[in-house]
Nanobody
Framework: QVDLVESGGGSVQAGGSLRLSCVAS????????MAWFRQAPGKEREGVAA????????YYADDVKGRFTISQDNAKSTLYLEMHSLKPEDTAVYYC??????????????????WGQGTQVTVSS
């Protein structure tokens, strides 16, 4: 069983937009906390955005603030990431994560129980 399935990646030019989707299984979907991470070639996986619906809070990495928006649709068990004003440095494989453990930093990889397989985003200059 695949718990998280991402889609919506692709190749765009700088300044373009994409919307990523992550459809979650019943066991993986969380109305409490879900997040997006990304991993560029040769770099460590890093947090992009997190949504803590349980306490109505969102978190973003500094370099995506104002350009990316995380949201979820509980009726569709789906997490979204709207990405605008894309830059070449946004090129990475984007991963969906769900069901967080308690911890001080949402971007800690070990905080998340479920992971998707990733979707490639490529931004050309």
């Amino acid at each position: 069983q695949v718990d998280l399935v991402e889609s919506g990646g692709g190749s765009v030019q700088a300044g373009g937009s994409l919307r990523l989707s992550c459809v979650a299984s019943k066991s993986a979907y969380s109305r409490v906390c879900m997040a997006w991470f990304r991993q560029a070639p040769g770099k460590e996986r890093e947090g992009v955005a997190a949504l803590y619906s349980g306490r109505d809070e969102t978190y973003y990495a500094d370099d995506v603030k104002g350009r990316f928006t995380i949201s979820q649709d509980n009726a569709k068990s789906t997490l979204y990431l709207e990405m605008h004003s894309l830059k070449p440095e946004d090129t990475a494989v984007y991963y969906c994560a769900a069901r967080c453990f308690d911890g001080p930093r949402w971007s800690d990889l070990g905080l998340w129980r479920y992971w998707g397989q990733g979707t490639q985003v490529t931004v050309s200059s």
